[in-house]
Structure formats: structure tokens, C-alpha cells
């Protein structure tokens, strides 16, 4: 009875995988098709991954969207960092609507966030002269970056010991020290999950980077949405190929970390119980 | 130390603030001084369709002329469109479709071209000088052309049936087998030309006989269809299509039963064009850039890699020798081929909106 059970919950669980991943397995097989059809089998070839890379406007856009999504991980986790240190130090009165706050962008549509951006981008350019391009985009990327990595940093906090930091000052650390060498540490496996998470959105936005990206610069997803004017060529399946693969890896990172961390918060715990 | 901790997020809030605003007026720095027409410097930004350039010339421009390109891609007409209602965009030369060319100059959103800065707008076949969305033609030099007409799969054809008309997409003997165009322009289109009207026509009544047209054709069909039309072609599931001739070509190498014709009744002649658009700031790198893209050369390597015919004529009768006799047919039909075939021009607002509302009710 109970094995049949298992049996029929395996079955379920292997459909869904298929269902979740057969589309993606097709569009990796079909990268390797020689023919530029999506039903016609033709062998196996390397030539779009060739093609992909000799594709200057491709590899523009790409080095573009790397550029921005690194510069504005990194500068939203320095921000989202400093905000959450700060948030976790403000009374719950203030605190609980400034998390609310926080939340609603990562709640909220893209495409409105977009059009925002785009709007007040475009109104401010009319008094500061300046236009859309790298800027406006890099600047959009790390606001819509900032809410995830403070969502990722306060848990951190909240498992801190406010005692920890006031003990160190006790003992003479200036509040700089105590914060690089008692708090920074606590709290660094949120800071680099934040800076992770931060990073994959960035480089797969399309929506707002459409909308405030300007004239002048593309990034790989919007050069992507242009090429599929008719038919999808399979340049487009190895390039989602390669972006599906680095996605992949990094979360794979992620939630290789998580394991570890929790795993050794496990033997912490053990450790303490038995002194 | 609370008060510190705040004053470095305020600090860090500014700093990037600060670093964000002051990364984004250096681009607009590079917009060059208005030059003398003998030298050319600065830059020009182009706008054009995904894949639909030989990628190489843009960096022989770059070579000849000392103007660096920034070329940026679009997917369809109306993102281009909005894109420049926008405001803040800086695009300099741009390539809409026919119908959005006039729709554009009838909302006096482009610059005329100065044609003594592009001598090789002589080299553009007699048909796109002067066409019905550019009647002047002083707004626009056509860049790539191409037909609409019926392909269909020579496996599924009844012995005896001579394929020259789009009856067949509207004829039961077929049912099942038969795809249709999923976007109201081209659909109402086929319907109007099969009726015997312009694809252009204002008349409302012409139009509402092309819906009851096109609900009899509905049951019949297989599919709307857009991008899955060559899968299902290729695949040999379906049995007629109307398509453009470019794609045919493409498609025919991995399904050899496939034919093209240009039905008797007329079809839609598409044609792309390169435009200034309004208060452009490089006006004369444009114009350069045109001239170039209009060059023999030019307009031959765009076609070897586009697959779509070059509006210049000289290019596409050298270009066409490339190609066996049917399917120099195919592409570069003789101009008394076109004698009943239209390119679409803008329509006033309340026949858009008509066609919005059928083909609404047509797909519910």
C-alpha cells in the first residue's frame, strides 16, 4: 500500500519536473540543430553558438547588461546593507511601515515600475539636460535591486545578539570596528545571498530596462525581444541556453550556501547543548 | 551609533544619487557641432528591426566616414512609434513600415531628406521612388521590399487544382488545412484584395464584407498563425499560408514541397524605409548613413544576409542571379507582376478603430 503510494508520488513528482523543464530541454536541443527549423531535425552543429559569438550587436548588449547588472549588485548591496542595519535599529513603530514600504516595489508590476522610471527620467532630463542611456538604467537596476538585498539582510539581523555589538564597544572598539569585526561578519552570508539575488534579477530584467534604457544602449534581453520579428533563430536558443546555464549555476550557489550555513548553524547548536 | 548608522545611509543614498546623475549627462556630451558638409564627425543612431542588417557595414561606415554608429534594434512598428512619442529618445535615422512611414508624416513626425546628400536614392527602383505611403517621396528611401502571397504545400493539392487565387483560403474542399495571418491588417487585407477592393479602402462597407468574408473562412481553418507559421509549413501540417516571399525561400529548404504564388487577384507589397526622424541632431551623419545603406554594395551584402529584396533596383538584378529561375520569380517579380498589388498606407482613426473591434469579434 505505502509502496504504491511512493510510487504514484514519485510519477507526480517526475510529471511536474517535465512539465517545468521540457520547454527549456527543447529549446537546449534545438541550439544544436542544424537546420534553422524548430521541428525539422537536421544533426548536430555547433554554428549558432559560433554565430552568437561573432555577433558584435549581441555581444554589445551583453557586455552592457553585465556591466550593469555587477555595478548595481554591488552598489545595492553596499545601500540595501546600510538600510537594513539602519532599519533593524529603528523602533517597530517606524520600522514595520518602512519594511511595507520596501516590499511594494518587489510586489509590483514591472512594467509599471518601468513606465515610472521612463516618466520621471524623461521629465527630469528636461531640466537637468541630461538623456536616457547607461545612467538612467544602472540607476533604475540598483532601485529595483536595493528591496532584495534588504530582504535577504534582515533575517541576518534579526539572528543577531544586540549584546554582541555592545559587548565589543564595552571592550573598546569604536562603533566602526564593532560593526566591521562583530556585525559584518554575523551578517555577511545575507549580504552575499542578497548580492546574488540582486545580480540574477538584474540580468534577466527586460521590462524596466526597456523602459529607461534610452536610445543608446541595449541590454541582451531587450536585443533578444528584437530578433524574434519572425521566427525565433536558434542563435536566440544557444544564447538562452548559455544565460539558462549561468542562472542555474548561481543558484545552485545560492542554495549550496544556505545548505552549508544551515548545516553549521545545526553543529553550533549542538556544540552549545552539549556545554 | 544609531545616529552614525543613519548618517551613513543617508551618505550612501547620496553617493548613489550623485553617481547615477552624473553618469548619465556624459552621454549626451558626445552630441557633435553642426559640421561642414565636406567633413563628417560625431555620431549618428540608428534604429532598425532586429537581424536585419549586414552587421559588417556598420563598422565600414564607421571607417569611412569617422562616425561611429549606435545601432539599436526594434521588434515591431508601434514599439518604434511609441518609442519616439515618447520623447528623450535621440534616434537619427530610423526604418518603419510602409504604413507607419505615412502615418508618421501625416502626424509631422519626420524630417524631409536633403537628396543632395544622397545621390544614391537615384538607384532605387522606379516602383519605390515615388510610393503610395511617400507620394512625394521626399521623406523616405526605401530600404528593403518584398511581397505577400499564398504558399501552399504541392503534397496536399487535388489533382487538377491550379493554385493562382487566395480562393483557396476560403475553400471547404480544404478545410482543416488551411492557415491564416494573425494580425488584422494582413487578414482584412487578403479578404479585401479577394473581393476585389484596395487593402486601403475607407469604405466601411467594403470592410464589413471582408469580416463576413473572413468569419465564413474561420471554421475552415486550422489556425491563426504567426511565428509558428514556419514549424507548421515546414513540418508539412498545413496546406495553404499566405506569407512573404522572403520566408518562403527559407522555409522551402526543409520542406521542398512547397510553392509560392503571387495570387491574381493582387496581394501587399511591403516595403521598409529609412527616415529622419524629427529634430534628428545628426541630420547630415543621417543622410550619410543613408546614402550608404543605399549604395550597390551595401544593398547587396543586406540582402544576402537579410534574405529580403533590396529596394535598390541595380542590386537586386545582380543579386537575383544568385537564385535558380523559380525562385528568382519568387523574389523579384517583373513590375507588370505587381500591376494589382498595393503596399498599406495609414488609415484615419475611426477605420483603425473598426478594424480593431472586428478582428476582436472575428478571433472571440
Redesign the interface.
Known sequence: MTGKVRLQGKLYTALILLFLYAPIFVMITFSFNA??????W?GVTLDWYRELFS???ILKAFYTTIAVSVISAA?AT??GT??A??LS?MRRRWRTPLLFVNNIPLINADIITGIAM?LL??FL??F?????????L??AH?TFNIPYVILSVMPKLRQLDDNL?DAA?DLGCT?QRAFRKVMLPEIMPGIVNGALIAFTMSIDDFVISYFTA???T?TLS??V?????????PEINALSTILFVSVLILLLIINIREIRQEEKQKKLLKIGGKI | ??N???A??AL??AA?LL??????????DSTPAPSAPAALSGEV?V?N????ID?SL??EFETQTGVRV???????NEEMYA?LR??????DVIIPSDYMVSRMIAEDMLEKLDFANIPNAALIGDRNKAPEYDPAGEYSVAYMTGTVGLIYDSSFIADGDIIDSWSFLFDPAYSGEILMIDNPRDAFGIALKYLGYSLNTTNKDEIQEAYKLLSAQKPLLQAYVM?T???KM??GEAAFVPYYAG?YI?MK???PNLRFVLPREGSNVFADAMCIPKGAANKRNAEAFINFMTATDSAARNMEVTGYVSANAEASKSYAENYDEADRAVLFPADDELADCESFINLPQDILTLYDELWVSLKA
Not at chain 1, 537637468?128 to 538612467?136: M, Q, S, V
Not at chain 2, 553617481?19 to 549626451?28: L, N, V, Y
Not at chain 2, 515618447?86 to 534616434?91: A, D, F, I, P
Open positions: 537546420s534553422k527549423s524548430h521541428t525539422v537536421a555577433d558584435k550587436l552598489f553596499l545601500v546600510c538600510a542595519v539602519g535599529n521612463c527620467f524623461v532630463g528636461g537637468l539636460k541630461f538623456k536616457r542611456g547607461f545612467g538612467t544602472l540607476v540598483i555589538v564597544m562603533w534610452g536610445s543608446k541595449q531587450m536585443a525581444y528584437a530578433m524574434t520579428r519572425k521566427r525565433i533563430s | 551609533m544609531k552614525k548608522i543613519c551613513l545611509i550612501s543614498l548613489a553617481i547615477g546623475c552624473a553618469k548619465t549627462p556624459a552621454s549626451g543612431n534604429y528591426w532586429g537581424e536585419y552587421e556598420l563598422a549606435n545601432y539599436m534594434t526594434f521588434q515591431n518609442s515618447l520623447g528623450g529618445s535621440e534616434y511565428d507559421i514556419f514549424d515546414e513540418g520566408d527559407t529548404e526543409s520542406n
